[in-house]
């Protein structure tokens, strides 16, 4: 039977004590981590969100009952102890913060029971995620994962204060709301005042904060749940937490500039990183060529090589074909992977198909010089030679290519690089590797629509040097769009907004927008244009992927209280769930069956 | 045609520039808040969100094309103008930071065209609502919204730095998740991969903090949008803002403790209101007795009277019929209003019965001394003289009756008294009284649904005095609930939670569910009780009236940057609306047609 805390207030969390409390007389309250008898004492562990500390209780001390109860303690109880301060009589445990102290108890309150739990409350644990999320009140009890969500809590403090120094406002934008135009699916809400009409959640604030500016807020930000119903992917949550900001009277160098000092601030203060300002800068274009990714891991070399010119007129007709198409062949150079067994090699031509390619061509190069090649025979000597020197291949290195159009080789070998990057433990999560990619294309063409789609959002300004190819040439235009790229993952992206009505209509005229359509769409927006619109930019982090790079996990999960898994349930409240047929009637809503 | 800013960079916002400038050199950008022509020379009120600004055009300085581009300038064109920061030639404006000080012009780009606004952009606007709403981009520029925006953000941030300190941790909870059981109406979300199945936007996080305390992180706290599809009423918003907090090992005073120095710190810091602490506490009980209402206005007295022993044995049976009914017969002094005309005591009679009284008796007190009553050919001249002593009535005096059951009597006299003090312009709105209201009763007893239902929420803990009542007595159960109120409105609340599963179940039993439908509904916290729960207590706030009362506005549509209306729409956005059958296709629904 559980016992009240009345009259006990706690004094301290359990690392808040140490030597210099010697003596003293304190009031710990926590979770039993683990009890052992040793001789005629007990030994409890007790733990809180500060860490662990030892309780010692001798019945000399306090009391025959108070040591039965003692004795009755297990793992989880909750529980609150009165005591003295006193050095450790055993050996200082040096892999405790408190480690050089314990309790001497004289008071006992068993504040609550626990169950045996289903797995052990330890960090590190190997248990299934599965069963984890279903417990996941007592999987956020393993220290690793509190360490996780107080560095989320500080990452968010530390930003909101910072940017509130730099003269951002916190506004709140509405979460039920119209469709926005982000692309992705909106999650809806049926009305029940309004039967068959529908809010939508959030895809972003993206136009709600493009209003403030119009109303003259100067510089909005928020921290903020997006929604986005999307296929499920392996990394993605349904709801996501955004930084986000909006600067008025601003060019992209302003916005980069408060950024990096902002991440400056963050990384050193939550996990002690100098990042080095500025942040390099790269254009989308050199990305592409150089690491085939728009988003660069730079941990790491084995950038991308354009041998187009050296095998244009080799023998190999999957090379001279791809480059007859408009393509080109590119490679990489796995430095010292020329040992590479064969059967590994294939499993990396299946994993490039993964990413389209038809095929990867190869030259393994052994340690006398010689090679083994997957299109040797198609070449002469002098070509493969030729090739291998472009490559700048060495004894023992492994040279990978691929031959398609531009946007699959850079994806195959982008992807490839990584991949092998990985095997070779190359991806050292305490390094810390930023850098801006700049100058996006505009547009996109989707064969799939046959039409430009918006390579950021339709509201994203083009670079003023090109603007005379909006017209003639619209494809090769450039965005003044712009992302934050760690360690390979892009962690936040923006831009300078459209603030001009004529280019505005332009960009939804190339989009395909009827008039009608757009006004239907975003009308607000194209309205509150008519009336004063001040230059504008901005940018918005994904929170949730910031910190688990800062906390070193490979997944949000970690770094998220309450996740879902990837068919986008709750393990642990079933949610969603069936309602009531009283809810869906009062919706004028009827389910389908199939 | 709009110019770009390229080249140019703000220097200062408007009203970041005063006589210590004068003779540099500066860049505004803004919004022309008004244009005139004196003489030769052109005046322009620039405005920003930090306030406005005088530029002075003269050809002389910006040159003929220069000249002629200001000659065009309209109200609420966004302009970039570099000039020279002098002393003002005519007269100091007293009523601007920058009354003293003018720019004279050498460079001006307009940025971007205005169309003439439907409404002027100006403090205190008379414009009528619908007006504003639709273009609340355009009202979102009034410098009154501004300040209660700029105002909101800053509570904001000073709320979560201030509970950063005390040791709170941020912790986001999900939005899409399972309906909780706070009893008003859900907002419903449906599920895509889960076809007839549906997500709840959560009410409150109540039930993920209180997990959160499970878990062991101690303190958490967040700012969060929570939803309630409730019938509409006149100033709630579907979607509303809870400054959110949990605390474990603690009791009622130690919430209420570091909530005062919150509210003194925010208080102060924003509207510079000194909050004297401590905040005094009133049992419900007696605030019901002494003010007809559990949140009481405590910035004017008219206190409400029983007179029940008084009227006990009279002659008018509508008092003596409501005592043997088992309520109370109570009266209020609205002192001096003795002579209100006829027809406003009947208005006053109205009111009442909006609140659910049969009627009103009152008792005019003539300056000399006779008295007009609507009862007093009922009572001897004894027993109104008796009436009027209990009550104090003094000549001028008016005295106001209700008798009903205390519920009635209370709800009558309690709104009769804001009512009255608010025609008498008693609600000042520079006086803020702060006042805790404690020991509600843990159940309401629900004539509609013949059961107890819970008055704060299903998980607040009893008062111990009252545990053994819980069996014998249940209704007479006082809880370890407090509500902070502010000038007669609630600010927020909170409680003591249960932490001992018995009598959580107890509880459970009493609002009549089964053990069934409990599990169904919250099944995982009560899993998650059987593995050791702390003592926890919380608050939340409604930060959207908090902010209101600061801001002294009467509505918090006045505190919302993009509020809806009363039917639970946008007015500038339309949503909700319709969707593509394709959408609902999707979601496997089907809207049922009138």
């Known amino acids: 039977?559980?016992?009240?805390?009345?009259?006990?207030?706690?004094?301290?969390?359990?690392?808040?004590?140490?030597?210099?409390?010697?003596?003293?007389?304190?009031?710990?309250?926590?979770?039993?981590?683990?009890?052992?008898?040793?001789?005629?004492?007990?030994?409890?562990?007790?733990?809180?969100?500060?860490?662990?500390?030892?309780?010692?209780?001798?019945?000399?001390?306090?009391?025959?009952?108070?040591?039965?109860?003692?004795?009755?303690?297990?793992?989880?109880?909750?529980?609150?102890?009165?005591?003295?301060v006193e050095k450790r009589s055993g050996a200082v445990n040096e892999?405790?913060?408190?480690?050089?102290?314990?309790?001497?108890?004289?008071?006992?309150?068993?504040l609550s029971e626990s169950e045996t739990p289903p797995f052990p409350i330890e960090e590190n644990s190997n248990v299934k995620e599965?069963?984890?999320?279903?417990?996941?009140?007592?999987?956020?009890?393993?220290?690793?994962?509190?360490?996780?969500?107080?560095?989320?809590?500080?990452?968010?403090?530390?930003?909101?204060?910072?940017?509130?120094?730099?003269?951002?406002?916190?506004?709140?934008?509405?979460?039920?709301?119209?469709?926005?135009?982000?692309?992705?699916?909106?999650?809806?809400?049926?009305?029940?005042?309004?039967?068959?009409?529908?809010?939508?959640?959030?895809?972003?604030?993206?136009?709600?904060?493009?209003?403030?500016?119009?109303?003259?807020?100067?510089?909005?930000?928020?921290?903020?749940?997006?929604?986005?119903?999307?296929?499920?992917?392996a990394d993605r949550q349904p709801e996501f937490t955004q930084i986000d900001m909006e600067l008025s009277f601003v060019d992209i160098d302003d916005v980069i500039e408060v950024n990096e000092r902002l991440l400056a601030h963050v990384f050193k203060e939550v996990i002690d990183v100098d990042v080095q300002l500025p942040i390099q800068r790269m254009t989308w274009q050199v990305a592409m060529?150089?690491?085939?990714?728009?988003?660069?891991?730079?941990?790491?070399?084995?950038?991308?090589?354009?041998?187009?010119?050296?095998?244009?007129?080799?023998?190999?007709?999957?090379?001279?074909?791809?480059l007859e198409n408009g393509g080109s062949v590119r490679g990489i150079n796995a430095n010292g992977q020329g040992a590479m067994p064969r059967k590994?090699?294939?499993?990396?031509?299946?994993?490039?198909?993964?990413?389209?390619?038809?095929?990867?061509?190869?030259?393994?190069?052994?340690?006398?010089?010689t090679f083994?090649?997957?299109?040797?025979?198609?070449?002469?000597?002098?070509?493969?030679?030729?090739?291998?020197?472009?490559?700048?291949?060495?004894?023992?290195?492994?040279?990978?290519?691929?031959?398609?159009?531009?946007?699959?080789?850079?994806?195959?070998?982008?992807?490839?690089?990584?991949?092998?990057a990985n095997s070779l433990g190359l991806l050292d999560k305490n390094i810390f590797e930023f850098l801006w990619v700049t100058e996006f294309p505009l547009l996109e063409f989707s064969e799939e629509e046959n039409r430009f789609t918006a390579m950021h959002h339709p509201f994203t300004m083009p670079m003023e040097e090109d603007l005379d190819k909006l017209e003639s040439d619209p494809g090769s235009v450039r965005a003044k769009a712009y992302d934050i790229v760690l360690n390979g993952t892009e962690i936040g992206g923006g831009s300078v907004r459209i603030s001009q009505n004529h280019i505005q209509e332009k960009m939804l005229e190339l989009l395909g927008f009827t008039k009608e359509d757009a006004y239907e769409r975003f009308g607000f927006l194209l309205d509150a244009f008519k009336y004063?619109?001040?230059?504008?930019?901005?940018?918005?982090?994904?929170?949730?992927?910031?910190?688990?790079?800062?906390?070193?996990?490979?997944?949000?999960?970690?770094?998220?209280?309450f996740p879902k898994i990837k068919d986008a349930t709750c393990l642990m409240t079933d949610a969603p769930n069936v309602v009531d047929a009283k809810q869906l009637k009062e919706l004028a809503l009827e389910i389908i069956e199939k």
């Open 1 to 84: 039977m559980a016992e009240s805390m009345k009259g006990l207030k706690r004094s301290n969390r359990c690392t808040e004590i140490g030597v210099e409390n010697v003596g003293q007389v304190v009031t710990v309250m926590g979770w039993v981590q683990k009890r052992r008898n040793l001789g005629s004492l007990i030994f409890v562990d007790l733990r809180d969100r500060s860490g662990l500390l030892q309780i010692i209780f001798d019945e000399n001390d306090i009391g025959k009952e108070g040591f039965e109860k003692a004795y009755g303690i297990r793992n989880e109880f909750v529980i609150a102890v009165v005591g003295q």
């Open 95 to 110: 892999n405790l913060a408190t480690g050089e102290i314990e309790i001497r108890a004289t008071q006992l309150r068993i």
């Open 130 to 233: 599965e069963l984890r999320l279903k417990y996941r009140y007592l999987d956020l009890r393993r220290p690793d994962l509190q360490n996780n969500l107080i560095m989320r809590s500080k990452v968010a403090t530390l930003t909101r204060l910072f940017l509130a120094n730099e003269g951002f406002l916190e506004i709140e934008t509405p979460m039920l709301t119209k469709s926005t135009p982000e692309g992705a699916r909106d999650y809806l809400v049926p009305s029940r005042v309004h039967p068959g009409n529908f809010y939508a959640l959030p895809q972003s604030p993206q136009l709600f904060k493009q209003l403030l500016m119009c109303s003259g807020y100067d510089r909005y930000m928020q921290i903020v749940k997006c929604f986005r119903d999307e296929d499920l992917r």
């Open 289 to 322: 060529d150089r690491f085939g990714s728009d988003k660069p891991d730079l941990r790491f070399g084995m950038e991308l090589k354009d041998v187009s010119n050296i095998v244009k007129d080799c023998g190999f007709v999957v090379f001279t074909g791809a």
């Open 344 to 369: 590994k090699i294939d499993a990396l031509v299946e994993f490039a198909k993964g990413y389209g390619a038809k095929g990867l061509a190869y030259i393994a190069i052994n340690e006398d010089g």
């Open 372 to 420: 083994k090649s997957s299109f040797g025979k198609f070449m002469t000597e002098d070509e493969m030679q030729a090739l291998i020197d472009a490559m700048e291949g060495k004894p023992g290195d492994l040279l990978l290519f691929s031959s398609d159009k531009n946007k699959i080789v850079w994806n195959v070998l982008g992807a490839l690089r990584v991949e092998i």
């Open 532 to 561: 004063g619109v001040p230059p504008h930019a901005g940018l918005a982090y994904g929170l949730d992927r910031m910190v688990m790079l800062m906390a070193k996990k490979d997944s949000i999960r970690d770094v998220i209280a």
